[in-house]
């Protein structure tokens, strides 16, 4: 597959669109902003320093998608007919979910405008709470789906739920844990034989930080061969979303480690 914005000598090049006929153009992108619970708890009550921040959020994420030509290089002025950002408080997995829609009827696409709007609107958000909350994440950036366009609609495809002890890249999920509050952990792949466990239950109060730099450190404290979890190939995903050492980790988790999935 050629890349649009490479021309025949390798050089970045905006794509002349001019030739195109207009068609009705559609995109979905989402994003999130892990905070601590105290912090979405303000955010909730509209109690927070600076004041109503999904609705600053939100006219940042729309300001963005318009000006997405003034942050992206290579990117077409467009005149957009709609955006819209959303935002859903999710009080048990710790987490504000950002989504954004771009549409227009226009020669080009609009997955910029959509990513562009959730990544200003997360980006508003944390400088609207870190005043009372610096160790905030943003994660999970992507785009949902696009409709319109020569190359046809995407739609974002799932990983399939699987029962038992899962296939190299794929995640388990299995019963509820035993312990509360807890996190259920399932190692996979090769995972299992270098730590000689295929899944465990842990208590999130034997974490001295709930999040996956602190499960690490607690499963390394229990048994030595956990070690291999600090590999940096050792790859991590929280319900199957993919992970780093500074995501969340809330009460019925499940986080999965494994190596990366290779092949043709």
């Not at 109503?52 to 318009?66: E, F, M, P, Y």
């Not at 829609?101 to 709470?129: N, W």
């Not at 296939?167 to 844990?177: A, D, F, K, N």
């Amino acid at each position: 597959m050629q890349l649009t914005h490479l021309n025949t000598h390798g050089e970045a090049n905006m794509v002349d669109i001019g030739n195109k006929d207009p068609s009705h153009r559609e995109a979905v992108a989402s994003g999130r902003v892990r905070m601590a619970p105290a912090t979405l708890e303000l955010l909730g009550a509209g109690e927070l320093p600076k004041g109503d921040v999904l609705a600053t959020a939100r006219i940042a994420g729309i300001q963005a998608a318009k000006r997405t030509a003034e942050l992206i290089p290579l990117c077409h002025a467009l005149s957009l007919s709609k955006v819209s950002v959303d935002f859903t408080l999710d009080r048990d997995a710790g987490v504000v979910k950002v989504e954004a829609l771009c549409r227009l009827t226009g020669r080009t696409g609009v997955e910029m405008e959509a990513l562009t709007a959730v990544s200003v609107a997360c980006l508003t958000l944390y400088d609207m709470c870190k005043a009372v909350d610096k160790e905030m994440v943003i994660e999970a950036i992507q785009l949902e789906s696009k409709q319109g366009g020569v190359r046809g609609d995407y739609q974002r495809t799932r990983a399939p739920l699987v029962t038992g002890d899962g296939t190299p890249g794929e995640v388990s999920l299995g019963g509820r844990c035993e312990l509360s509050p807890c996190v259920k952990v399932k190692f996979l792949a090769e995972l299992r034989e270098r730590v000689g466990i295929s899944e465990l239950s842990l208590s999130l109060d034997r974490l001295q930080s709930r999040d996956v730099a602190g499960l690490k450190a607690a499963l390394i404290a229990q048994d030595a061969s956990f070690a291999v979890l600090e590999e940096q190939r050792t790859l991590c995903a929280i319900n199957q979303v993919m992970a780093n050492d500074a995501a969340l980790i809330t009460d019925e988790d499940e986080v999965a480690f494994f190596p990366p999935v290779t092949g043709g």
